[in-house]
């Protein structure tokens, strides 16, 4: 694994965090195949699996409730495996009004046209929890 010489699957997760922290929602969007799933883990953190639409819109929720205000990313740690990649990362805006460490699980089509078919994302629950005390204060 490199992050100066990535792979042909390992290029796409990194184009993923360069897109999704930019809330570039159409560039997300077309590196998604059609039957994407979203899985938030842990299951206390109660949120239902999601598929392509829905992930899209829970992001432009997130990107709403920041402000869209950019976020920037940093790999932490990652495995690499055919069709599987673990990432460990922290996204975070520059006043830190959001950092956040996360574990995500892509799973990636094979072939010509790399694809995420799947995020298991084991999130962070504490800014979970801030995100959506947020979001119910809004709506006051």
């Known amino acids: 694994m490199s992050?100066?010489?990535p792979s042909r699957q390992l290029s796409t997760v990194l184009k993923w965090f360069e897109e999704i922290t930019s809330w570039n929602?159409?560039?997300v969007s077309s590196m998604l195949s059609d039957d994407y799933k979203h899985t938030t883990l842990p299951a206390s953190a109660g949120e239902a699996p999601k598929d392509k639409a829905q992930g899209i819109a829970h992001a432009k929720a997130i990107a709403s409730l920041l402000g869209h205000a950019p976020?920037?990313?940093e790999i932490c740690q990652l495995n690499e495996s055919p069709g599987s990649i673990w990432v460990h990362a922290r996204?975070?805006?520059d006043n830190l009004a959001f950092n956040s460490e996360s574990i995500f699980m892509f799973t990636l089509s094979s072939?010509?046209?790399?694809?995420?078919t799947a995020i298991?994302?084991?999130i962070d629950t504490k800014m979970?929890?801030?995100?959506?005390?947020a979001a119910a204060s809004s709506k006051q």
């Open 128 to 133: 979970a929890a801030e995100l959506a005390a």
């Open 3 to 5: 992050l100066t010489n």
């Open 91 to 93: 996204l975070y805006t």
């Open 120 to 122: 298991q994302d084991y």
């Open 25 to 27: 929602f159409d560039a």
């Open 71 to 73: 976020l920037k990313y």
């Open 111 to 116: 072939g010509d046209n790399i694809q995420i």
